[in-house]
């Protein structure tokens, strides 16, 4: 009997042991296409995702992009009990078409954070240790160059070991062709052209600027030919 019960304590301990320890280091390359963080094969977490509504939300800045334009992408709980151990986190088409996850994340990541290989190299990211209970995460991701269309964030977050909810999305993503110039992308372009013109006053240039042409490039008058004419 005394045997019995010091056999039964050792696989309680053992078990326990295990059920904690389950992919502290983020999920694995199988998780890939199911997001879940208990693989039948390996036992995983030991428990069940969560049916409920998860108290996660999801938002991206800006809301649509141009090829080549980056978003940022944030995951928060809903209030300050809705912490985050583990995550796993890529993008796919919005239809549904493709389990397989497109675009690369930054080399900028949060702590605790890595790539993961889903598809391709970056295409994913999970937590690299326990995030700590963590309320909030930001992301960058950017399409590959030639992307066009819609897509969804698809996102797993454990709250801890036996609660998560897997393969939660967001709203749709759009992507477009073509590039948007943006202020600070010109800022340097037009230090140069004032230069170039003799003009050390940035009022003057912008208020000597005609709008771009169609080729992507800036006329530059001067307001005295325009008075005179």
Known sequence: MTCHILLIAILVVVSKSVYVECYPSGAPIGACTEMTPNPASSGGHGATPQ????????????????????????????????????????????????????????DTLPPNVTHLTCTTAKAAVTHSARLGNLTTISLIWTPASTS??????????????????????????????????????????????????????????????????????????????DDSS
């Open 148 to 225: 066009t269309g819609n897509v969804k964030f698809w996102y797993t977050v454990v709250k801890d070991v036996p609660t998560f909810w897997v393969k939660q999305t967001s709203g749709t993503f759009s992507i477009t062709s073509g590039s948007a110039m943006v202020m600070g992308s010109l800022m340097p372009m037009i230090l140069m052209m004032t230069n170039f013109l003799g003009k050390t006053d940035l009022g003057y240039f912008f208020n000597n600027l005609r709008v771009c042409n169609g080729n992507g490039k800036f006329d530059a008058h001067d307001s005295d030919d």
């Open 51 to 106: 049916n409920s509504t998860a108290p996660y939300t999801i938002t991206m800045v800006p809301t649509s992009i141009k090829t080549g334009q980056s978003v940022t992408v944030t995951i928060a709980g809903n209030s300050n009990a809705d912490t985050m151990q583990g995550m796993l986190v890529q993008a796919r088409a919005a239809d549904g078409s493709s389990n397989s996850a497109v675009g690369t994340f930054s």
